[in-house]
């Protein structure tokens, strides 16, 4: 996976702030403004009221990666999920971000690469 191989990182511009939603035990409310500038200068964010169900993960890898709502990949993922409801840039630049956040924010570079590709090969595709 060459385009990830050499890269400077990134950076976030504060923590996850979310309140759960009482219609869908799931579903978070973003409350405070968070976002991501890229290696390129591009700006990631999730704007307050921006609803959110933490990282799409399976149950039976819970085991490997963590449940949804915790872990080094929290912000990755919050960003991740507004964009693919927003569709507003390329799948593929959305799902290769996620994995620059997650190796921004220290998840180890073979937990990443797993969860890129999880999102890669079944992630929404627009």
Known sequence: MKRFEHFKRGTFSGPVKVEW???????????????YTDKEGRVWSANKKDIVNGASIPRGFWWLTGS???????????????????KN??????HDVFYEMMIADGVPKWK??????????FGPRW
Do not use: N, W
């Open 21 to 35: 939603l009482p219609s869908d035990p799931r579903l978070m409310r973003v409350t405070e403004f968070l976002y």
């Open 89 to 94: 840039r390329p799948a593929q630049e959305v």
């Open 112 to 121: 990443a690469f797993l969860m890129y590709q999880a999102v890669d090969k």
């Open 68 to 86: 949804p709502y915790v872990g080094l990949y929290r912000r990755a993922s919050v960003i991740h999920d507004v964009y693919c409801e927003r």
